[in-house]
């Protein structure tokens, strides 16, 4: 069964880039002879370490995105050991996490869909109203003055 894993490793950062490429080279076949796939390789680069590991306070990062069985990432953090330039590297399975979010996106689509949505708001005018102005009452003729 295939699975999507993250490969993240750090190379001494005395290592030449075209030492660099050999590696990811190498680690691409170990890839496909071992019947995976590689997605996506990411060069990152040379970066400062978040601590010192070794002797060494920066390297150069390398990301693997790759599509395989358990097999071939256990022969693939094999090599990654033995290879003296690796001085650190970390496998994460992705798989899971990606099912994880589609799963979440599917659920707020639904709830989305399922809630009416408001009815807009109608924007009264700026100035409140005022009612009209009616000259004032004059009393009959006749009629008494208000006393008022």
Known sequence: MDRL????????PTVSEEEVDKLITQFETTVTSTHGEVQKVDK????????????????????????SGGETIKE??????VTDAVI???????????KRLEKMKAKRAARAARKPKP????????????????????????APPNAG
């Open 5 to 12: 894993y993250e490969i993240m490793f750090i190379v001494n």
């Open 44 to 67: 990152m680069g040379k970066r400062r370490l978040a601590y010192r590991v070794g002797k060494f306070s920066e390297g150069f990062y390398v990301l693997f995105t790759v599509k």
């Open 76 to 81: 693939f953090e094999r090599r990654l050991r």
């Open 88 to 98: 650190k590297y970390l496998t994460v399975r992705v798989d899971e996490d990606l």
């Open 119 to 142: 009815a807009p708001k109608v924007e009264e005018a700026a100035a409140p109203e005022t009612a009209p102005e009616t000259p004032p009452q004059t009393p009959p003729e006749g």
